[in-house]
């Protein structure tokens, strides 16, 4: 495995349901990122966790819990969430430093297609 | 996402030269990213500036001014591949874990 890779890549729940997404990173880098995409809309930074520890969290429903059990893997918990909750959510990893040559770009997985019913 | 501005479409012929223009917030600038994003696919790095000046990578190049908070994309010898979603981010402050911030995306469509 290379890469950042997302699972489940479809996911249709209700309401009511309880989900999680998960992400996992084989790229050594020490933060993870929770973006949002919907349509004709930017991408919606939702979360990010530097070194395990959660530094950004962008006004975020309480229906989307993080978490980060260590630096190669971020979940996204998902509970009672609306049908505009319905989106394309998309993890990410990047090396948290700009020494040397690093950039800091971000390197994205293919995304979990939720849809909410 | 952060007064980040780039054109929602644009289209241009195989072969041809297109730029893609960006604006974005000045405050608190540390860095402009381009990234492609083909329908169904993960967004993909294209290009990074911090610095002003012109950043060349094959058929793409992007351009900085960090004093009128402008970047653009060109791309050279347009190819059907090309079509695709571009998006222009500017990333954080250190203090807020290095995210980027992303435009909505300009959706250029290649013609033959």
């Known amino acids: 495995e290379t890469g950042v890779t997302q699972t489940p890549r479809h996911l249709v729940m209700g309401m009511t349901n309880k989900k999680s997404l998960k992400c996992e990173q084989h790229?050594?880098?020490?933060?993870m990122y929770w973006y949002k995409q919907s349509a004709k809309k930017p991408l919606e930074l939702m979360f990010v966790?530097?070194?395990?520890?959660?530094?950004e969290n962008n006004s975020v429903p309480s229906r989307f819990s993080p978490e980060c059990p260590n630096s190669s893997h971020l979940f996204l918990h998902l509970h009672t969430l609306q049908p505009e909750d319905s989106a394309l959510y998309l993890c990410?990893?990047?090396?948290?430093?700009?020494?040397?040559?690093?950039?800091?770009?971000?390197?994205f997985g293919e995304g979990s297609r939720l849809t909410v019913l | 996402g952060q007064n980040i501005d780039q054109p929602t479409e644009m289209t241009a012929t195989e072969g041809a030269i297109v730029q893609i223009n960006c604006t974005y917030q000045?405050?608190?600038?540390?860095?402009l990213f381009w990234y492609q994003q083909h329908a169904g696919e993960a967004p993909t790095f294209l290009s990074y500036?911090?610095?002003?000046g012109l950043e060349e990578k094959g058929r793409f190049s992007s351009f900085l001014s960090r004093s009128k908070g402008y970047s653009y994309l060109l791309l050279k010898e347009l190819q059907m591949k090309d079509s695709a979603s571009y998006l222009c981010?500017?990333?954080?402050?250190?203090?807020?874990?290095?995210?980027?911030?992303f435009g909505k995306g300009t959706s250029l469509l290649v013609t033959p």
């Open positions: 500036n911090v610095l002003d």
């Open positions: 966790y530097s070194l395990e520890e959660r530094v």
């Open positions: 790229l050594g880098h020490n933060a």
């Open positions: 000045t405050s608190g600038f540390n860095g």
């Open positions: 990410a990893s990047s090396q948290d430093s700009l020494a040397g040559a690093n950039t800091g770009e971000l390197f």
């Open positions: 981010a500017r990333r954080d402050p250190p203090n807020s874990g290095y995210a980027l911030n």
